[in-house]
């Protein structure tokens, strides 16, 4: 999976169903669905999806906001609430763990589109200010990435989706995809999540 992903903790099935509708409509591809805490955290022990959209009300021993604390704790990835639930109290606990937004139900696409976007753009804003070079890319890459592959990440790291990479390099999607297989071969990762995560844990030692 070369896209960006996103990763859906919802325990309504329906609602978490037209969640990945409406995102695979939006051009993301879906990470996975889990319905409880235990599963959710399950998961991300193993995969570092691009994005996670979590609800705050879930099945399982721990709420969202603790699965949220787990995320903040052990991986760098952007988190949005999706929640029926806007009281004060619930609103102060969710701050603490640092999400990069709050989707409240119902919602729309424009509401859905407008919190990714965003949180993939103060993402990106982090990352940048990690001052990623080629050179620094090259101690963790197998061999030297080429112009293009740099540039691909650069792309990737703002949470550009691979059709809007086509278009502002001007270069086909099938292109893009190439290009990205070849960045995650040379830095040894299965999916772009998994790269940024490895190039932070680079950068922050």
Do not use: W
């Not at 299965?190 to 790269?195: G, I, S, V």
């Amino acid at each position: 999976m070369s896209n960006v992903s996103i990763m859906i903790i919802e325990d309504e099935g329906v609602v978490a169903h037209d969640i990945a509708r409406r995102l695979r409509k939006l051009g993301y591809d879906i990470a996975g669905i889990k319905t409880s805490s235990d599963q959710a955290l399950d998961y991300l022990s193993i995969h570092t999806p691009d994005l996670i959209l979590c609800d705050i009300i879930i099945d399982g021993p721990q709420d969202g906001i603790t699965v949220a604390a787990e995320v903040y704790n052990k991986k760098n990835i952007p988190l949005i609430f999706l929640t029926a639930l806007s009281d004060r109290a619930t609103l102060e606990r969710a701050k603490k763990v640092l999400p990069y937004g709050y989707i409240v139900k119902p919602f729309d696409n424009h509401d859905l589109l407008s919190a990714i976007e965003l949180a993939l753009y103060k993402h990106s804003m982090e990352l940048e200010k990690l001052a990623i070079t080629p050179e620094k890319i090259n101690r963790i890459s197998i061999d030297p990435l080429t112009d293009r592959e740099f540039e691909v990440l650069m792309d990737i790291t703002k949470g550009l989706t691979n059709a809007q990479i086509s278009e502002v390099r001007h270069i086909s999607i099938s292109t893009v995809k190439y290009h990205i297989g070849k960045l995650l071969e040379k830095l040894e990762v299965k999916n772009r999540a998994t790269a940024l995560h490895r190039i932070i844990e680079m950068l922050t030692k």
